[in-house]
């Protein structure tokens, strides 16, 4: 289709109707032409940016593998992570932490929960302590919390009456139950039951 410029350049030419034939012939290649150019021109800015934004798609999803949350939940005692194989627990550790002029003396199990993701933890029976990196202060005492980084608690068992205690893990990616009972060489064993992954 020609634009308003060329109907009028071709009405005011004066000449035969042979030659106005070829000048509009002429100007429907021309046209067409250009046409053609910019269409090609536009595929190519598409592909290129086709090509970019799949580049960077497979650049953030590669970043985010390698370098976000693994959403993975480990319970680790004396820097190993317990697993469904029976850990011997000989002793537990006692921390002393004053406030002001008391103090408290509590023995518990020490537990490392290794976390990035939001992970809730309890226990069914006795206390979980948790200190300040320094262990002057008490942070929490409960059966139950939730964290998004990794800590250090201590499983406080007395007063627990049940022979099978459990620590119960929960994240939007698992569950999972460690179980921990008396052993006859006077201490614990402890072990993961149960995990279960979350779709």
Not at 118 to 144: P, R
Not at 145 to 150: G, I, M, N, V
Not at 153 to 179: C, F, K, P, Q, R
Request: with cysteine; aromatic share 8%.
């Amino acid at each position: 289709m020609l634009d308003d410029k060329y109907v009028k350049a071709y009405k005011s030419i004066k000449t035969t109707d042979a030659l106005k034939e070829r000048i509009k012939d002429q100007a429907d290649v021309t046209f067409r032409n250009e046409k053609g150019r910019s269409n090609l021109i536009l595929r190519k800015i598409t592909a290129v940016s086709v090509a970019a934004c799949a580049a960077l798609a497979i650049g953030i999803g590669t970043f985010t593998t390698f370098f976000g949350p693994s959403g993975r939940v480990e319970v680790l005692y004396n820097d190993s992570v317990i697993t469904e194989k029976a850990n011997n627990i000989k002793e537990s550790g006692a921390k002393a932490v004053s406030f002001g002029r008391e103090s408290l003396t509590t023995s518990g199990l020490p537990l490392e929960i290794k976390t990035d993701v939001v992970t809730k933890v309890s226990v069914t029976e006795g206390e979980l302590y948790i200190f300040d990196e320094s262990y002057d202060e008490l942070l929490f005492i409960g059966t139950n919390f939730t964290t998004s980084k990794d800590v250090l608690v201590y499983w406080n068992l007395s007063g627990a009456t049940e022979s099978e205690l459990m620590l119960i893990i929960d994240s939007d990616n698992e569950h999972s139950v460690y179980t921990l009972e008396e052993s006859k060489e006077r201490g614990y064993i402890i072990k993961l039951a149960e995990s279960e992954k979350k779709e």
